[in-house]
Antibody, heavy 121, light 107 residues
């Protein structure tokens, strides 16, 4: 079964940093675009970041640009999201999501169960 | 940025009645439109992509239609397990990928 599984969420003070991880299994990881999507408590879905299969190109929402960095380790089928200068408005469940294909015009196919980030003093 | 607008915000439907959810894009997104279902406490699940193609394992009572900027998700005879929040998303012009604000299907 194709799966992605996030880890690394927690409670962080404003201005702090955290790195989320996502382990992928049962698919040819290195050819697929991967994404992070977040959902603030009681709110809708917000795209955060995307990385190409090779890791050669990355894309960010304006709300996180310059603070978050997406990366991937294709040898270990793992996706990361390094989050710096965290703010209260970053509080959300963060989902790791596999795109359906290996280019950007694809829907978000496989979702992890999510990991919760709370930014609070 | 393409803005996705869903209506209504909440849709009361009795079991067995049809449900029609709408999604409008602020500009032409061709066929690059998906629908997701999210139940309380769960991750979203891809239901339909490319306007009308059901994802694997999705029941045939779910169908998508539309073109250009106007799209519809239809649920024929909703079952109890279908009561959830539904989001549309465009993946035509990105970044950013954008979602609608969601429609809650309720009894």
């Amino acid at each position: 079964e194709v799966r992605v599984l996030e880890s690394g969420g927690g409670l962080v003070q404003p201005g702090g940093s955290l790195r989320l991880s996502c382990e992928a299994s049962e698919f040819t990881y290195s050819i697929f675009f991967m994404n992070w999507v977040r959902q603030a408590p009681g709110k809708g879905l917000e795209w955060v970041s995307t990385i190409t299969g090779s890791g050669g190109a990355t894309y960010y929402a304006d709300s996180v640009k310059g603070r978050f960095t997406i990366s991937r380790d294709n040898s270990n089928n793992t996706l990361f999201l390094q989050m710096n200068d965290l703010r209260a408005e970053d509080t959300a469940v963060y989902y790791c999501v596999k795109s359906r294909g290996f280019h950007g015009r694809n829907p978000f196919h496989i979702w992890g169960q999510g990991t919760m980030l709370t930014v609070s003093s | 940025e393409i803005v996705m607008t869903q209506s209504p915000a909440t849709l009361p439907v009795s079991p067995g009645e049809g449900a029609t959810l709408s999604c409008r894009a602020s500009q032409n997104i061709n066929n690059n439109l998906a629908w997701y279902q999210q139940k309380p406490g769960q991750a979203p699940r891809l239901l339909i992509y490319d306007i009308s193609t059901r994802a694997a394992g999705i029941p045939t009572r779910f169908s998508g239609s539309g073109s250009g900027t106007e799209f519809t998700l239809t649920i024929n005879s909703p079952q109890s397990e279908d009561y959830a929040v539904y989001y549309c998303q465009q993946y035509s012009t990105w970044p950013p990928y954008t979602f609608g604000q969601g429609t809650k299907l309720e009894i």
